[in-house]
């Protein structure tokens, strides 16, 4: 059946409008969520705790870890923090990779996405996920 078939059966005057409430940005923004997240190859508690405005220690904590160090690709860890917003941009390193190709490639600086990780050289490795935005 035709959507404005459907349409015609609708009296009007049967309809009631609901409003929904929502709340604004600045209180979403500080409630803690609590999610899931996987483990990818080249994470570590730190740069998963970074992409989640919360500590590393707090996820060794909330995921009774011993060994903050020994986390696995494909491991399930609970997050419990305010995720970063959607701009966020990470970039996994490859062969040949330079900071500053990098930065090129994102229209960035070498000196920002090295302040973004906590890195003190330009010296980047393989496999590993670093945050440029």
Known sequence: MLLSGILSWINKSDTEIISVNTASTSQAQSTPLTSSYTVKYGDN??????AYSTTWQALQSLNGLSNPSLIYPGQILQISGQSVSTS???????????????????GTTAQSIK???GLSSDLIFAGISYRIK
Do not use: E, M, P, Q
């Open 45 to 50: 508690l730190s740069s998963i705790a970074l």
């Open 115 to 117: 302040a973004l990780n």
């Open 88 to 106: 966020t941009v990470r970039y996994t390193a490859v062969w040949g990779d330079t900071l500053s190709g990098i930065a090129s490639k994102y």
